[in-house]
């Protein structure tokens, strides 16, 4: 029987007849029994008969606050919600607790019992989809790469294409115990499709960092040659004592030609497979130019007028926080590994 349900059970019962319940269990009468002639059933008879024997009174306990408006049994219900279902709202959770139970809860309720269970609502850490065998290679390739990053290789050239979109992402957050924020459940798949806005490319380096070039149209491996690696990256490398570039698996990148391109200048590449953007600085480095422009345009605003905009926040990153999110690759590297090639958290 619910604790509701008790409750009432034990109110319908009179003074006079929870006087003659003890009466009789001085009688030495079973529950049952005693159940019969004063209408009430067995596990109420056996409540009073525990009251009289622990306080020596029968009387109704004087509530200091109001009756909780749920069970244990609803509580365990609602956490189960939150944990299979972790984008799930306290809205949602309320109206189905009011379906099933045909009495009204509140959303502050939930949240209140989610609380209790120690539940919070957070933002999600934003990943890619992992599948056994992107965390297998992973955690491969870092844990044969760990040492090089620790030995403080730090004048890498890293590049990206992005999509700098002119829209904001809907604040969603998942209900989440403190330290589960990189457990699968818990982690948002983004899309790796192109998203509606401008396309740029950039390069950070750990003492400088490339302009920005702007991307007209589809990328493809002649654009990328003739405005991208002629007039920026060799210029840029070329500049540099040492250098390693490194730029992602995209088809315009492997392009024969490309290649081709990499062997005659004798530009040493770094090996970068597919799904790695956590371990990458300069995603980092997008995601805070990605912030700035949400800041200062608005939704209706045109790809020209966001292009115009978009250059001033990729020159305006302090270089120092660029050689932070360098000298951060250790850390990141040595968190797949420790995750067995799962999400870093970066």
Known sequence: MSRRKQRSAFDEVSEFDRGRIVAYRDCELSFRVIGSPVGGNQTTVMRICDRWMQEGTTDQRCRSHSPQCTTSREDRQIVRMAVTVRSVTSRTVAQHIESVTHHSVSARTIRRRLQQSDLSARRPLLGLPLTQNHRRLRHQWCDGRRMVWQNGMKLYLLTSHAFVCNTTMVGLKFLRHRGERMLNSCVMHRHTAHAPGIMAWGGIGYHSHTPLVPIAGTLNSQIYISEVLEPVVLP????????????????????????????????????????????????????????????ITHPGTTPDHLWQRGGAPWSAVPHEHIQSLFESTPRRVAAVISKNGGYSGY
């Open 236 to 295: 840029y490398v070329q500049g540099l004592a040492t250098a390693i570039f490194q730029q992602d698996n995209a088809r315009p990148n492997v392009a024969r030609i490309v290649q081709r391109l990499f062997v005659n200048h004798k530009l040493e590449l770094h090996p970068w497979p597919a799904r790695y953007p956590d371990l990458s600085p300069i995603e980092n480095m997008w995601s805070m130019v990605a912030q700035q422009l949400t800041q």
